[in-house]
């Protein structure tokens, strides 16, 4: 059993608004859209699916969304006023 399986399919019995697997090359990751209020539930529901099938404690980490990608300006000596469309000239 692929070690990201346990992952996915606990997290959405959890709680977990939706899971998916990624990078399964070298075992992958797991990424999981949770509630804050479900955050503790769905950790331990997954770190206990690990235990009970003997695998390695896997790594969690909790992040919070940010602002997509964006055109960064630069100003200031030497700068050009936007890296992309001096590139383009």
């Known amino acids: 059993m692929?070690?990201?399986?346990?992952?996915r399919r606990r997290s959405l019995n959890a709680g977990a608004i939706g899971a998916r697997m990624t990078g399964g090359g070298f075992g992958g990751s797991a990424i999981a859209l949770v509630h804050?209020?479900?955050l503790d539930q769905v950790r331990d529901a997954v770190l206990k699916t690990f235990a009970d099938h003997e695998l390695q404690t896997p790594d969690t980490f909790?992040?919070?969304?940010?602002?997509?990608?964006?055109?960064?300006?630069?100003?200031?000596?030497?700068?050009?006023?936007?890296?992309?469309?001096?590139?383009?000239?």
Do not use: H, K, M, N
């Open 36 to 38: 804050e209020s479900q």
């Open 2 to 7: 692929p070690r990201t399986r346990p992952r």
């Open 62 to 89: 909790t992040v919070l969304p940010a602002d997509g990608a964006q055109r960064i300006t630069f100003a200031g000596p030497g700068c050009q006023e936007d890296v992309r469309s001096s590139s383009t000239r």
